[in-house]
């Protein structure tokens, strides 16, 4: 199954560019033509460029590593946030905060924060506080659930970025640079594609262009995801039987008895037994399996 036909690409108007004064010179190679004062994006580098990010995706996903959506645009935030939560993913929606990648030890600290909160609001903590500690307490929580609820349980740096606007996101991409994090990037004519890794040349404003790159970089996380549940499979599956303890396999073989031997042995220990203890007359048989009480 393709990532992605060109009828999709048309149908979303990913191959409408900005207008030809807006352009950005470092952008001519992917510019197919002019129309009517607009610039039109060549979908066939669009299509490979495509599939070259998905296949960046799903090799960060299958190496443990996660991805990192960012759209900070009105017209990205709903298609970022719902195709991350999708594919099980992180996401900024609302706002970069300088130093989200950089100085990530002290965004731990400010996600460690918001968790508190959370959980202060939940295990009854609140009951105890005035209304004035209370109503600070919750415009902290919104704040920060607003910018850093996306990335509450990231724990590490992502494996890779997605980013819809470098223009919008350009705090975002130099940190992602100067951390060595790889960047794919929805890159429109007024764009600067250099230092992008994987850029896709394509309509970074309307909102159909936008929730299809999201989508297609969403289903190559779960591809990979899928893909490292089958391998697991198929390493339990190809276990060797040799390596499955069973009783049958630690049984010690059947081993020949001496009848007479065994006779002879068993009534020597109860002669011997017998000179030890003998019996008394009077002594009454004993059911072992009932408990007698004294009276």
């Not at 030809?20 to 669009?46: C, S, Y």
């Not at 460029?49 to 996660?66: F, L, N, Q």
């Amino acid at each position: 199954m393709a990532v992605v036909t060109m009828k999709n690409l048309l149908e979303s108007g990913v191959h409408f560019g900005h207008q030809v004064k807006r352009w950005d010179p470092r952008m001519k190679r992917f510019i197919f033509a002019e129309r009517n004062g607009i610039h039109i994006i060549d979908l066939q580098k669009t299509i490979q460029a495509i599939k070259d990010a998905y296949e960046a995706v799903r090799k960060v996903v299958g190496d443990g590593k996660s991805v990192l959506f960012i759209g900070t645009k009105k017209q990205a935030q709903q298609a970022v946030q719902k195709e991350a939560e999708r594919c099980g993913m992180f996401y900024v929606n609302n706002r970069w905060l300088g130093g989200m990648l950089t100085n990530f030890v002290t965004i731990k600290k400010s996600l460690l924060r918001l968790k508190k909160l959370e959980k202060m609001e939940v295990d009854g903590t609140f009951e105890n506080l005035t209304k004035k500690e209370i109503s600070g307490l919750a415009k902290e929580r919104v704040k920060l659930q607003k910018n850093l609820g996306g990335i509450k349980e990231m724990k590490e740096l992502p494996g890779i970025l997605f980013v819809i606007d470098t223009r919008k996101e350009a705090i975002a991409v130099a940190e992602a640079q100067r951390q060595g994090i790889p960047i794919i990037a929805v890159v429109d004519t007024n764009c600067n594609p250099d230092g992008i890794n994987y850029p896709i040349p394509g309509n970074d404003d309307a909102i159909r262009a936008i929730t299809l790159f999201t989508q297609i970089v969403a289903n190559a996380v779960i591809e990979a995801d899928n893909e490292v549940g089958l391998r697991v499979i198929e390493t339990l599956g190809d276990e060797d039987d040799e390596d499955v303890m069973t009783d049958a396999s630690h049984k010690e073989e059947d081993q020949e008895i001496d009848i007479e031997k065994y006779s002879t042995q068993e009534a020597i220990e109860a002669s011997r037994r017998d000179e030890d203890y003998p019996e008394e007359e009077d002594q009454l048989p004993v059911d072992v399996d009932k408990v007698y009480n004294d009276e």
